[in-house]
């Protein structure tokens, strides 16, 4: 059976990992292994690189899972179920195994598993209300704070919320004020609380954590004068919040060293994944309240896992009698109770977009994508707007619109006045990528991009790799540099007229660092989708693939147009369009079904 997994690998339908993987556990499994056993364990571990927590069983049962010379089918799930329990690295909950099967028929890793347990866990002991507020102070604060308007705010509905609930999740999509809804909780809290509060500031990038901080002191200015000043400290990537000492990969801050945290403001959760949050969680004191922002919508963590959405739930949010019984006396609306209860009584979704006016075609373009509404996405692109373009499919190499549009977003960048400058001009335009491979992947378009740009003498030669205004991307973490998988940076001479590659911090200040030094990094003119999450940029070149591929999903065409502020330019086939539109990502996990318990 091994050899069949080897020939797997080698036509690209397993990754080494899962066949190192499968040949361990067949060695420490003692007797003659099962061949369905072995297939299911490597195709657990693909499973996990693909971003599912788990495997369910009834995902391959049945199925012949491989496309290779001796491929064989797999049983019926219980017959399958049966074999893996007769193999001793297969176990139940609570077993020390590497394998763990449960009451699903879902097989997980050992500690997929046991994030998933822990995370769920905690959730669940969150998920309790909090001690009554003083109702009058909290009532005239948030009025206060929040102008009255008609429709329900919900906005003001989260604020309220947070005073009620341990943990409070809000979702929104791009423009709907979770930033400002934020810096109003902030100032809530300072009137409400009795002595200062140790609030902790918090995103999965440095470009994340920087943007929730300009946002927050934006917001911040707008408040009432009287507001009590309380902005906290600069917001902190999630690894430097947990701490991670050079030359290990553990964390200082773990439940024998905690946070010490009243308040965690976590933003664009929907990018971090079940290890990453396992880990968080296991840093907070008890009675830590906890504020989880993101988009349900958007793309899941590259990592495994889909734990925002699994936060929030596929539908809006039904609250439970007696917390809408105190929402509509705190802000004045008439809040509907369903059958809420547990966790869905931390849940808020921001409904209302202020970024996009009424005439934006980016904004009406967002919702056709995020609604499946496929006449909707035909009726924008065939309208006119001042804020949207669709440039129809011309091929592999660039045409005058995509080299106007190039030239005129990245001079700006090339010939700024400092690193500062630089930087801050290329989160003005930036060109999106479906895929990293191919003509039209990130690869391909850079190649094209750099080639351009060298015909209009705005960069060196080939040979040269290092130039001023190179924008760059890591790939790999380096907790030493404090340089994590997607920050962004620019290559820019200092002082001395030394060429370094400086990367904005949270604080917003430029640091210099040598390139030599740096861990893997490629050239950013082109990102993937991916990669963009958490960044907003001015003006978006979104270039889909040529062909279909299984990468293209309605996620993925979401996230892509919601990262443009003012201008989306959009170089698709309407045929490749609404096949990305038709298909959906679904992470296998258990971790919905273990918090409906909250209920």
Not at 184 to 213: C, E, F
């Amino acid at each position: 059976m091994l050899s069949t997994l080897q020939e797997a690998v080698a036509l690209g339908e397993l990754r080494s990992v899962d066949l190192h993987l499968a040949s361990f556990l067949a060695r420490i499994g003692g007797s003659e292994v099962e061949p369905a056993c072995l297939s299911t364990a490597a195709l657990a571990c693909k499973a996990v690189g693909e971003g599912h927590v788990c495997l369910p069983l009834s995902a391959i049962a049945e199925k012949t899972v491989f496309n290779t010379a001796q491929s064989h089918s797999l049983p019926p799930v219980q017959e399958l179920k049966e074999s893996l329990l007769r193999w001793p690295v297969v176990g139940h909950p609570g077993q020390n195994t590497p394998l763990i099967l449960d009451e699903h028929n879902r097989l997980y890793l050992a500690r997929y598993y046991v994030y998933e347990q822990q995370l769920a866990a905690k959730l669940i002991a969150m998920a309790i209300p909090l001690e009554e507020p003083d109702l009058d102070k909290a009532r005239q604060a948030l009025d206060q704070l929040f102008p009255p308007v008609q429709e329900i705010d919900y906005q003001k509905i989260a604020a309220a919320m947070v005073l009620l609930q341990r943990i409070v999740v809000i979702s929104g999509g791009p423009g709907t004020g979770k930033t400002h809804t934020v810096s109003n909780i902030l100032a809530l809290l300072a009137i409400m609380s009795h002595k200062p509060l140790r609030i902790g500031l918090a995103a999965p990038t440095g470009k994340a954590a920087a943007r929730l901080g300009e946002s927050l002191r934006l917001a911040w200015d707008k408040l009432p004068a009287d507001c009590p000043a309380v902005l906290p400290e600069t917001p902190r990537t999630l690894h430097r919040l947990l701490g991670v000492s050079p030359g290990s990969l553990k964390f200082r801050h773990n439940r024998d060293n905690p946070l010490l945290l009243d308040l965690l403001i976590l933003d664009e959760a929907s990018m971090i994944d079940v290890p990453l949050m396992a880990a968080l969680f296991d840093a907070l004191l008890p009675q830590t309240r906890l504020i989880i922002l993101g988009d349900r919508n958007q793309l899941a963590s590259v990592e495994a896992g889909s734990l925002f959405a699994d936060l929030c739930g596929p539908e809006l949010p039904a609250w439970s009698a007696p917390l809408t019984k105190k929402l509509s006396t705190l802000t004045g609306h008439t809040v509907i109770n369903g059958q809420g209860g547990g966790l869905r009584d931390s849940v808020v979704m921001l409904q209302q977009s202020f970024r996009f006016q009424e005439k934006s075609g980016i904004g009406r373009l967002v919702e056709a994508v995020k609604n499946n509404q496929p006449q909707g996405v035909e009726q924008v692109l065939n309208s006119d707007f001042d804020d949207l373009e669709l440039l129809e499919e011309t091929g592999n190499r660039f045409d005058g619109n995509h080299t106007k549009m190039i030239l005129e977003g990245f001079t700006s960048c090339l010939q700024a006045e400092s690193a500062q400058k630089g930087l801050e001009n290329y989160s003005r335009f930036r060109i999106l990528c479906a895929l990293r491979e191919g003509p039209r992947g990130v690869g391909g378009v850079t190649r094209q991009v750099e080639s351009l740009l060298r015909r209009h003498k705005l960069i060196p030669p080939p040979d040269r790799f290092y130039y001023k205004g190179r924008p760059i991307m890591i790939l790999r973490n380096h907790y030493g540099l404090q340089l994590f998988n997607g920050d962004t940076g620019i290559i820019w001479p200092d002082e001395h007229n030394r060429l370094q590659a400086w990367f904005m911090r949270e604080d917003g200040k430029p640091v210099p660092i040598s390139p030599a030094r740096l861990p893997q990094h490629e050239t950013a003119y082109a990102i993937t989708v991916h990669k963009s999450q958490g960044s907003e940029f001015d003006h978006v070149l979104f270039m889909l693939p040529q062909e279909d591929n299984r990468l293209l999903s309605r996620e993925l065409l979401y996230t892509g147009i919601s990262r443009a502020k003012l201008k989306l330019s959009l170089c698709a086939d309407r045929e490749i369009l609404r096949t990305g539109l038709a298909r959906r990502i679904h992470r296998h996990s258990g971790l919905a079904e273990k918090l409906s318990s909250t209920s």
